[in-house]
């Protein structure tokens, strides 16, 4: 079973109204929709803002059998060749704002878990060529910085960039990536590009939130027609698929 997660409803909604034979799942602090979507069976859900909520998300979305998992969103852009518009698909996941230098750990690395969490290389494949589709923007591969906070500043930008060559910044990503990769469950994040991170990012924000999500919705759609042309949208990536036909 796939899942797709946004963060907030404009980043989900559209998803939602195209959602077939819906059936609304309630656990503590968040409700999960079941369905198909283009011909592919699909948890999708809101997770809500921040690394708790991601992380708390996603839990349940591998409790209910997501064998695959697809993040999608905005993001504030690092990479100085990004504008407003353009989409980041995610190589690998960071946690910026972990910081446990005094006990000689690399700045973004928690105690015991990898500095860097890998994105499923089918999955950004196909991220990759879905993407390709939206006209009129750039398409990156690139790192995705996650944390509880909102980046808007040429200070916190250049800490991104020369700390850890992060593409873009933005707050769920690497805790979904951390919880999947916990359970061996491939994972991608999508993130459309809403503001540069700088100064103007909060009205940047405002203004091109709503515009700039449906990129990555977009991309959404053409990575389900691309895995609805197996039967079953499964088995694009040897990890993590165990217990999938116990739980399809
Ligand atoms: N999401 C969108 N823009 C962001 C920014 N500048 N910082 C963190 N998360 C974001």
Redo the contacts with the bound molecule.
Sequence with gaps: MLAIIGAMDEEIELLLGDLQDRQDITHPGVTLHRGTLDGVPVLVTRGGIGKVNAAMTTTYLLVEGATRVIFTG???GVHPDLRVGDIVISTDLVQHDVDVTPLGYEPGTVPGETPAWHADDTLRDIAMQAAQDVEGVNVIAGRVASGD????SREGVQRLWKTYAAAC???EGAAVAQVCAKAGVPFVVIRSI??T?DHD?NVD?RTFMPLVARHAKQVVRGMLARLGEGTSGEGTSGEGTSGEQARA
């Design positions: 905005v993001a504030g906070q909102f980046i808007a910044a933005e707050m809403s503001d991170a990012a924000y």
